[in-house]
Antibody, heavy 122, light 110 residues
Framework: EVQLVESGGGLVQPGGSLRLSCAAS????????MSWVRQAPGKGLEWVSG????????FYADRVKGRFTISRDNSKNTLYLQMNSLRAEDTAVYYC???????????????WGQGTLVTVSS | QSALTQPASVSGSPGQSITISCTGT?????????VSWYQHHPGKAPKFMIY???ERPSGVSNRFSGSKSGNTASLTISGLQAEDEADYYC??????????FGGGTKLTVL
């Protein structure tokens, strides 16, 4: 059974940093691309970033480019999102989502985690 | 990377059919056969319902079907059931290994 469990969310001040983790199990982790998708309060889903199965290719939405860094440790079956220079508009539930294939161009989200809440506020 | 356009809400009675539209541009929906749909009950993990425009993952009811014409994709749910009440999101490949979601549609089963 595929399981994705996010952690690392919390309250952080504007301009601060936070690192999210997503522990994966139930599939061969390094065979699949992964994405982070977020949902701000009362808003829709927003794709944030994706990484290939090997970790060699990473991609970002314009709104987070230069501030967020996606990475993965295939030896630990874990996905990460390092978030720097956080803004109030980054407040959201952050989900990790498994893709159907190994490249970021593969459809994301055939499996999702339950999400972790990030609140950016002073 | 503008969000795809979905109606904010749709409704239907049990047993009826409803269709949710998802309008993008020639840079996303219109250019790729890579539209997917997700069902989201608030507080839970989204569920994968349709991929590549028309394909259903294993385990998804055949009451759910997808289609696409030009820059608009659609999700049709036939034989509406109470448990179908949820938020529904479309998603399209937008080129350069990026993806864009729709704003979401709240389905109410009357």
């Amino acid at each position: 059974e595929v399981q994705l469990v996010e952690s690392g969310g919390g309250l952080v001040q504007p301009g601060g940093s936070l690192r999210l983790s997503c522990a994966a199990s139930g599939f061969t982790f390094n065979n699949y691309a992964m994405s982070w998708v977020r949902q701000a309060p009362g808003k829709g889903l927003e794709w944030v970033s994706g990484i290939s199965g090997s970790g060699g290719s990473t991609f970002y939405a314009d709104r987070v480019k230069g501030r967020f860094t996606i990475s993965r440790d295939n030896s630990k079956n874990t996905l990460y999102l390092q978030m720097n220079s956080l803004r109030a508009e980054d407040t959201a539930v952050y989900y990790c989502a498994k893709a159907r294939g190994g490249i970021v161009g593969s459809t994301p989200g055939d499996y999702w985690g339950q999400g972790t809440l990030v609140t950016v506020s002073s | 990377q503008s969000a795809l356009t979905q109606p904010a809400s749709v409704s239907g009675s049990p047993g009826q059919s409803i269709t949710i539209s998802c309008t993008g541009t020639s840079s996303d929906v219109g250019s790729y056969n890579l539209v997917s749909w997700y069902q989201h009950h608030p507080g839970k993990a989204p569920k994968f319902m349709i991929y590549e425009g028309t394909e259903r993952p294993s385990g998804v009811s055949n009451r759910f079907s997808g289609s696409k014409s030009g820059n608009t994709a659609s999700l049709t749910i036939s034989g509406l059931q109470a448990e179908d009440e949820a938020d529904y999101y479309c998603c399209s490949y937008a080129g350069r290994s990026t993806w864009v979601f729709g704003g979401g549609t709240k389905l109410t089963v009357l």
